[in-house]
């Protein structure tokens, strides 16, 4: 999140309901081909597609339609909300807004029977003046902070310009590969061609999805992680298959889709310098 025009502070807050909101709302047990339904009258079913819908329709009302009139009442500054489905970051020109609003939205979701998490809420400095200011303080490096799957910290471009850096989060990096191994060593004796159409989906999606500017050095891990673990399921077919990594470099090259940059600059997608009154307000 970058402050704008030249002001002196840009304080985040990522947030996020506890998932105490979206227990399941019906439990099954299930044997031998019969089951128990449970009803319940609260929550709803824990990843169902339900779930982000109603959070969203709650939240207009809760969390929008109230933030819009804080920021034309209340703020001092300049405030940039950026929210999808229940996760959401606040940006803030000055820190005595950020620390009013934060104390205000606890209030503000108390009445509605609604908190936020406890680990995933937190004031930090960040923006173009950041690393001067906490260097001034003593105070090391910009936080960085993780959203949507990416981690934002702040950065220079080649010309010495602030920008944004969103880089794959770690976790779920480590965590799609490790579903990866999984799938492939069900799929140890399929022909190539199906191993090869399963994993042209996985690094297809990954790269539409976390092909950001600045990003490519993460892609091209990915991919070639994708690879090796591919490459050892394949030589574990027998005890007597040697396949050299040479020859696998073709199957990666036939298979997996090259690294590009799907997702231009944010302020050439979205045309941030408006003229006017801004949409947003």
């Known amino acids: 999140m970058m402050d704008g025009r030249g002001k002196s502070d840009s304080l985040v807050v990522p947030g996020k309901p506890p ?15 019969l089951g128990e339904r449970t009803q319940r009258e609260s929550g709803t079913v824990q990843g169902g597609s339900i779930s982000p819908l109603l959070a969203n329709l709650y939240l207009h ?58 680990d995933k809420t937190r004031l930090l400095e960040f923006g173009r003046f950041a690393d001067q200011a906490r260097r001034g303080r003593g105070d090391g490096k910009p936080e960085t902070f993780s959203f949507l799957g990416f981690t934002h910290s702040c950065a220079k471009t080649r010309t010495g310009r602030f920008t944004v850096l ?60 994708v690879g090796r673990l591919w490459w050892r399921t394949l030589r574990r077919r027998s005890q007597q ?11 990666v090259d036939r298979w997996l889709p090259p690294v590009r940059i799907c997702h231009p600059y944010p302020l050439v997608r979205f045309g941030v310098i408006t003229q006017g009154r801004s949409r947003m307000r």
């Open 61 to 118: 009302y809760v969390f929008d339609l109230w933030v819009r009139r804080w920021r034309r009442k209340q703020a001092r500054g300049e405030v940039i909300v950026v929210r999808f489905a229940d996760d959401f970051v606040v940006g803030f020109e000055h820190r005595q807004d950020a620390v009013q609003f934060l104390a205000e939205l606890r209030d503000r979701f108390g009445r509605f029977g609604l908190e936020l998490h406890p």
């Open 241 to 251: 298959h040697h396949l050299p990594w040479r020859r696998m470099q073709h199957y």
């Open 19 to 33: 998932n105490n909101a979206e227990e399941p709302a019906a439990e099954v047990a299930e044997g031998r081909g």
């Open 166 to 225: 969103r880089q794959t989060m770690r976790t779920r990096w480590q965590a799609k590969l490790k579903e990866v191994k999984a799938e492939l060593w069900q799929r140890l004796h399929l022909p190539i061609p199906e191993q090869g159409t399963y994993l042209r989906a996985v690094v297809g999606g990954h790269v539409r999805y976390y092909g950001v500017p600045m990003n490519g050095s993460a892609l091209g891990a990915f991919r070639q992680a």
